[in-house]
Nanobody
Framework: QVQLAESGGGLVQPGGSLRLSCAAS????????IGWFRQAPGKEREGISC????????YYSDSGKGRFTISRDNAKNTVYLQMSTLKPEDTAVYFC????????????????????WGQGTQVTVSS
């Protein structure tokens, strides 16, 4: 059974940083794509970034590019999202998701492309 668990969220002041973790169990990260998504109250789920865990290929949405960095540690079966220069509009529940992928240099930030999801971790950016 594929299980994902997000952690690292919390309350941070504007301009601060957080590192979110997505720990996988029930599988190893080889030949998987992992995506980070967020959903603010009253808003649709938004793709932020994704990574292929074999080649390390990464992709960022316009929202994720610049201030966010995705990375993985296959030995720890964990994918990270480093967030910096946080703004109040970054406040949301952040989810990670996984899907098997036969391609080493491709991933998608479309939520419909993923079939396993974590429960989410709350990020609140406020002074």
């Amino acid at each position: 059974q594929v299980q994902l668990a997000e952690s690292g969220g919390g309350l941070v002041q504007p301009g601060g940083s957080l590192r979110l973790s997505c720990a996988a169990s029930g599988f190893t990260l080889d030949y998987y794509n992992i995506g980070w998504f967020r959903q603010a109250p009253g808003k649709e789920r938004e793709g932020i970034s994704c990574i292929n865990t074999v080649a390390g290929y990464t992709y960022y949405s316009d929202s994720g590019k610049g201030r966010f960095t995705i990375s993985r540690d296959n030995a720890k079966n964990t994918v990270y999202l480093q967030m910096s220069t946080l703004k109040p509009e970054d406040t949301a529940v952040y989810f990670c998701a996984a899907t098997r992928s036969p391609w080493a240099f491709s991933c998608s930030i479309s939520a419909t492309g993923y079939d396993s999801w974590g429960q989410g971790t709350q990020v609140t950016v406020s002074s």
